[in-house]
């Protein structure tokens, strides 16, 4: 964080906390940007936070860290649930071998803003463990480990993770991708949503599932809006 004094650190770390506990639904996503956001706090003045994996050792499952390497976004650790949900480990693979063809260019971007000190918390739907529907929520923050700066990512799915128990949950995001993108140089928020119609199910994995899935979901919300996608 350029330039950034104690008081700004202050005020993005309460603002960004307060945006966590209105967007994020999981536990993992949320102890996460509890953590973080605390170690903010105390970072040194106009830095970020450091982060050691151990640091969150009960969550190392669903984390993740990528490094810049180029032009290229590198998973340097990724745990279980994370792998499980593509069916293989990650570590030392990029994110473009990772992420579907289909899909590459429209999130990668904001994993890359990451590394412009923007966290950004990614929510939408999956076919996880025999085509059933979950939910998934991302959290994408930047941190610095021995010098370098990195991208800490956790990963929530319906599936797998408890929800939060403490009555402030949101409720599930609507059809598509939804990106809630935080600037910690001025606490801008930015919102978008990429709707079903927009995402080429044909290309993600298990597509006759997501497809005849996604046309009843985009049926039903022309009738009904508010219905969930699977995508």
């Known amino acids: 964080?350029?330039?950034?004094?104690?008081?700004?650190?202050y005020r993005s770390g309460e603002t960004l906390l307060a945006l966590c506990r209105q967007r994020l639904r999981f536990q993992p996503t949320l102890a996460i940007a509890e953590?973080?956001?605390?170690?903010?706090?105390?970072a040194p003045t106009g830095d970020?936070?450091?982060?050691?994996p151990l640091d969150a050792a009960p969550l190392l499952p669903h984390l993740y860290l990528l490094d810049r390497d180029g032009d290229a976004l590198r998973y340097r650790v990724s745990g279980e649930s994370v792998n499980d949900l593509f069916g293989s480990s990650h570590t030392g693979k990029t994110l473009r071998d990772v992420v579907p063809s289909g899909?590459?260019?429209?999130?990668?971007?904001?994993?890359?803003?990451?590394?412009?000190?923007?966290?950004?918390?990614?929510?939408g739907h999956v076919i996880h463990r025999g085509y059933s529907a979950a939910e998934f929520e991302r959290l994408l923050?930047?941190?610095?480990?021995?010098?370098?700066?990195q991208l800490l990512g956790v990963l929530a799915l319906s599936t797998t993770c408890a929800p939060r128990t403490d009555g402030a949950a949101p409720a599930p995001v609507e059809n598509g991708?939804?990106?809630?993108?935080?600037?910690?140089?001025?606490?801008?928020?930015t919102e978008t949503h990429i709707p079903l119609r927009e995402?080429?199910?044909?290309?993600?994995?298990?597509?006759?599932?997501?497809?005849?899935?996604?046309?009843?979901?985009?049926?039903?919300?022309?009738?009904?809006?508010?219905?969930?996608?699977?995508?």
């Not at 950034?4 to 650190?9: E, P």
């Open 1 to 9: 964080m350029p330039h950034a004094t104690t008081s700004d650190a």
């Open 35 to 42: 953590l973080w956001i605390s170690s903010l706090l105390t």
């Open 48 to 52: 970020l936070p450091g982060f050691d």
């Open 103 to 123: 899909i590459y260019d429209l999130v990668a971007p904001y994993f890359r803003d990451v590394f412009d000190l923007k966290a950004c918390i990614f929510k």
């Open 141 to 149: 923050l930047p941190v610095r480990r021995n010098g370098a700066l």
């Open 177 to 189: 991708f939804h990106f809630t993108q935080f600037a910690l140089s001025d606490g801008t928020v």
């Open 199 to 231: 995402l080429p199910v044909d290309e993600l994995p298990f597509k006759e599932h997501v497809r005849q899935r996604g046309r009843s979901t985009l049926t039903r919300a022309g009738a009904q809006k508010g219905s969930g996608t699977i995508c």
